[in-house]
């Protein structure tokens, strides 16, 4: 059943559009984001799709096509953040922001169905805020520019869903662009998309899912993002984007403990990453990063202590496989690897992954691959 035919039978009316916004995979540069660093992400052909309809009141109705998401309804004159929990969060923190900057949103009623997994790090509620936040910005006649729709699909998962994400997912889910990658930098929020050339290497990017649940609203996320910013406030600086590498050897290490100084350790050395990669994109092409993977998973695992051991598997049978670099991608605590392959290796890879899980008792993985594709636009329909 498609989400037209949804739509009409939950509301009883074909909605006004369907807007579309993809999950994305973080190529490199991990909890880098909310230190206003550099990161790396791609937008994924996996899609959250919204069909949405204004209404003539207040009443705000969310349906999902997905098994277990149940509809929610409230009014937007009595909304407010923490009445409502669960995935409908997402939607109504978008309006609350909208609301709170003072734009004109209508009673609306909305339909969503993903292809996005949900808890396996690709941005899920990332492509579920943006959807509905462009919908939104057209039914309303808003004409906000999709970096403005960046911040305010940040703020609705930070204020209202309780998910202390930087502008990472939002930026990849908005701007992506068909076979590049977005350069974040997170402290002016500019953007330029990076092609990456994957076909044209023959290469291809591996989504190994470990089916290990995360959520970013669990504590170990959020106690991540406070280490840095107590040490950011120990070192004197603004943000660990502002320290060095040559500096980690010096004062960092001498007024940090031991395990914040792993935790600044891994942002100084994941922006110096994204950097080289960049440059190493630019003058040698994909075939040349993998190395560049493998030491950013091998920083979140040792320095920033967020793998876990179905990742630690999923990357290191990846590599014995033959793939030319691995690390995990997302927040971490669970969700998915990404591995840099070879068109022809991507079966052997994706056998030794799932192999390593049978043998070790995880549960069995979902391996894809997923392509560099473009940001949320509306669906013609």
């Given at each position: 059943?498609?989400?037209l ?58 349906a ?48 969503v ?14 492509a ?8 939104v ?9 999709l ?32 076979d590049a ?6 402290r ?9 050339g994957?076909d ?5 990017v ?20 406070d ?19 040559e500096?980690l050897t ?33 003058s ?15 920083s ?8 876990c051991a ?9 590599l ?25 290796a ?16 995880f549960?069995?993985p ?11 636009h509306?669906?013609?329909?």
């Open positions: 059943m498609d989400i035919t949804r739509f009409t039978e939950r509301f009883g009316e074909r909605p006004d559009g369907v807007w579309a916004a993809p999950g994305r995979v973080n190529l490199i540069g991990e909890h880098t984001d909310y230190n206003e660093g550099f990161a790396l992400p791609f937008a994924i052909d996996r899609q959250t799709r919204a069909a949405a309809r204004t209404r003539a009141d207040s009443i705000v109705r969310v999902s096509a997905a098994a277990g998401f149940a509809p929610v309804e409230f009014s937007l004159d009595e909304a407010q953040p923490g009445r409502i929990e669960g995935w409908a969060a997402y939607p109504l923190g978008v309006l609350l922001i909208l609301k709170r900057l003072g734009h004109a949103v209508p009673g609306l009623d909305i339909m169905e993903s292809d996005v997994p949900v808890g396996a790090g690709l941005s899920s509620s990332a579920l805020c943006c959807s509905v936040a462009l919908a910005n057209d039914l309303a006649g808003l004409e906000l520019t970096e403005a729709l960046v911040e305010i699909t940040r703020q609705a998962e930070n204020h209202v869903a309780g998910a202390p994400t930087g502008p990472l997912d939002q930026s990849a889910s908005l701007l992506g662009v068909p990658a977005v350069l974040l930098d997170c002016t929020l500019a953007a330029r998309a990076l092609p990456l994957l044209a290497a023959g290469l291809s591996l989504v190994l899912d470990t089916r290990a649940e995360h959520a970013h609203h669990d504590g170990g996320y959020a106690a991540r993002r280490g840095c910013e107590q040490a950011a406030r120990v070192l004197g600086i603004g943000a660990l984007r502002d320290l060095g590498t500096e010096g004062r960092a290490q001498k007024v940090l403990d031991p395990g914040a100084y792993r935790l600044v350790r891994h942002v100084v050395t994941e922006n110096a990453r994204v950097l080289e990669t960049v440059a190493m994109l630019d040698g092409g994909p075939a040349t990063i993998g190395p560049l993977l493998t030491a950013s998973h091998a979140l695992r040792d320095d920033f202590q967020v793998s179905e990742l630690d598997a999923a990357v290191e049978a990846a014995g496989a033959g793939a030319l670099g691995a690390r995990m991608t997302g927040g971490g605590f669970g969700g998915s690897a990404i591995a840099l392959v070879s068109a022809d991507a079966p052997a890879v994706a056998e030794a992954v799932t192999a390593r899980f049978a043998a070790e008792g549960a069995v979902a391996v894809f691959p997923v392509r560099a594709s473009a940001g949320a509306r669906v013609d329909v």
